[in-house]
């Protein structure tokens, strides 16, 4: 890792800052920073204070910020290798920010729109195909969550890093559920998706020879400071 971070700052061509904080603390506050306005909006809305988003309006917010969480935290691996912008100690917290936000979207859908009806949802994932690749990249992006710990890093070594190319699914089923979710072909969704698609392609690109692959896709070994086992060294990684 130290030799990686050596490497990190040769190619920025300038010494790195030393933060205040520790890579675990940016995490945390970089999280819980992003969670502010969730917290906001559903204390407002379960408590019905003046100018509250509707329901409806909270479930598609938060779908859109899902989204784009999840969207950015695929991006940080393009913009390191292509840019040389090295945000690796965010696409952790970026990823679970992405979940946190899918989960809250997913409890208003069941608690306010559908109001606890498992008829009506039922109806609803059989009526609306779009729902199943919302509950399919939820699924992905869960599995993605719980093995996001150190933990599960050292203990799934290689096979980790290939399970985190989940991500990819979970982005393409997203793209699909934002796009059907309409009744109208709208241009937002199918911008959102093109950009999306585009990061993905970067992963088409195999890397050069001596170029940095990023074996760590959530970003943690980077935030230890350390290869963080068996998973930090994966050189057929292009994450
Ligand atoms: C079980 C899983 C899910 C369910 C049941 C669900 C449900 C819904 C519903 C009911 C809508 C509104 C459609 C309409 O107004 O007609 C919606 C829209 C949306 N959902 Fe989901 N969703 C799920 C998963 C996800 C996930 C995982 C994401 C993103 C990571 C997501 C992102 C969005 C987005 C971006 C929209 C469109 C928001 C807008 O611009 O209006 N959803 N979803």
Known sequence: MEHRNTQDRAQAGRPRRRSRFSPFMRQLLFYLLFMVPAVTDVAALW???????????????????????????????????????????????????????????????????????????VHDFLTRPFLICGALALLCMMTLALTSTRTAIMQLGRKWTELHRLAYMAMVLVCLHYSLAFKTWRIEPLLYAAFALAVLATRLFKPGRGEQTGGDPTGAAHARGKSGGKAGGDKSSRA
């Open 47 to 121: 408590l019905g204070w003046a100018g509250a988003m509707s329901w409806q309006q909270t479930l598609h917010e938060f779908g859109r910020y899902a989204f784009r969480f999840l969207l950015a935290s695929l991006l940080v691996s393009p913009l390191r290798r292509f840019f040389k912008l090295n945000f690796m100690v965010y696409r952790r917290p970026l990823g679970l920010l992405a979940f946190s936000y899918a989960l809250l979207h997913v409890a208003i859908y069941v608690c306010g729109a559908a109001r606890l009806d498992l008829m009506r949802i």
